[in-house]
């Protein structure tokens, strides 16, 4: 669901219970730019969540992809990633999944270890991408 905020600036939600109670948007749209917010591997529509790394991995990267479709983008569009895991031994586990989605758009990133706001959670994306504009001739 996309709520309008302003003409150059609209609000994504995904419809989990956290943007709700918490008061964010799973991303921004503002001009250009796509905003999306640090997204964990909760199934939004169960609100559950594995206990495996990696299906947390590949769970957050459909979330996202879902808020970049939404905002009229694509992975290609991304050109920053940051990942945030509590547990660094983790990060290399889920290699394999990050390479399938950016091996080929190599976008700026950080890995970050950190604590998390739910210990169920073991790992979180959040990107930027910039929207491609058709330019007139």
Do not use: K
Request: proline fraction near 4%; include cysteine; hydrophobic fraction near 40%.
């Amino acid at each position: 669901m996309t709520e309008e905020l302003t003409e150059a600036r609209r609000a994504i939600f995904s419809g989990s219970t956290f943007e709700e109670q918490i008061g964010y948007a799973r991303a921004v749209v503002d001009g250009d730019w796509v905003h999306v917010s640090g997204t964990t591997g909760f199934d939004y529509a169960t609100m559950t969540i594995s206990d495996d790394v990696v299906e947390q991995a590949e769970q957050c990267l459909r979330n996202v992809g879902t808020a970049l479709t939404e905002a009229g983008c694509t992975f290609a569009d991304v050109v920053r990633v940051r990942y945030l895991l509590p547990d660094r031994a983790d990060f290399e586990p889920c290699w394999p999944t990050l390479r399938r989605y950016f091996g080929e758009i190599r976008p700026a990133a950080t890995m970050l270890v950190c604590g998390l706001s739910d210990p169920r959670m073991l790992i979180e994306i959040e990107v930027y991408a910039r929207l491609r504009r058709a330019v007139a001739v």
